[in-house]
């Protein structure tokens, strides 16, 4: 069955980094787009980065650029997110997601999340 | 960038009753690239509708979702004890954007 499981997730100081992996299992990763989207404590939704299927394309929130960056390893199925010069607001459960689309779809599968807390 | 609205905040229902949610576009949605999720406490969002009004697989027939350009709805028909949950809207396509999302309590 698909699942994608998320990990790296804990607590950071605020300016340090960190990397957070997206284990995906159950169908043919190289096929779909995929996506991180993560949630503060208590708050909605928010997309945070993307990357196509083949890897051509990325995307990043304005809140994150320069900061953060996705990119996958089709060998072991697993895509990441290079976390950089983390601030306080960072603090979130992060999810991945992947769409069938290879890019440009709904997310239809979702992990169950990796909590990042930023704090001093 | 898209800016989704939701509303209401929160809907506050009793189980039988239809639910009826809104979100609008500050600009059309291209394509119908606008979904719908379901999200629990302390569980990932589920996937219920794409395309503006196709159901997700698995999705019961009693949720539904109509609209196109900057205004959608999701219906649900008869509000189930399983159903009250927070849902968010969201248009799909650089750059993504989410709704704010709208609780359904139970009355």
């Known amino acids: 069955q698909v699942q994608l499981v998320e990990s790296g997730g804990g607590v950071v100081q605020p300016g340090t980094s960190l990397r957070l992996s997206c284990a995906a299992s159950?169908?043919?990763?190289?096929?779909?787009?995929t996506h991180w989207v993560r949630q503060a404590p208590g708050k909605g939704l928010e997309w945070v980065a993307s990357?196509?299927?083949?890897?051509?394309?990325?995307y990043y929130a304005n809140s994150v650029k320069g900061r953060l960056t996705i990119f996958r390893d089709l060998s072991k199925n697993t895509m990441y997110l290079q976390m950089n010069s983390l601030r306080a607001e960072d603090t979130a459960v992060f999810y991945c997601?992947?769409?069938?689309?290879?890019?440009?779809?709904?997310?239809?599968?979702w992990g169950q999340g990796t909590l990042v807390t930023v704090s001093s | 960038e898209i800016v989704l609205t939701q509303s209401p905040g929160t809907l506050s229902l009793s189980p039988g009753e239809r639910a009826t949610l809104s979100c609008r576009a500050s600009?059309?949605?291209?394509?119908?690239?606008l979904a719908w999720y379901q999200q629990k406490p302390g569980q990932a969002p589920r996937l219920l509708i794409y395309?503006?009004?196709s159901r997700a697989t698995g999705v019961p027939d009693r949720f539904s979702g109509s609209g196109s350009g900057t205004d959608f709805t999701l219906t649900i028909s008869r509000l189930e004890p399983e159903d009250f949950a927070v849902y968010y809207c969201?248009?799909?396509?650089?750059?993504?954007?989410f709704g704010q999302g709208t609780k359904v309590e139970i009355k």
């Open positions: 600009q059309s949605v291209a394509g119908y690239y």
């Open positions: 997601a992947r769409d069938p689309c290879g890019g440009d779809c709904a997310f239809d599968y």
């Open positions: 159950g169908f043919n990763f190289s096929t779909y787009g």
């Open positions: 395309g503006a009004s």
């Open positions: 969201q248009q799909y396509g650089s750059p993504w954007t």
């Open positions: 990357i196509w299927f083949d890897g051509s394309k990325k």
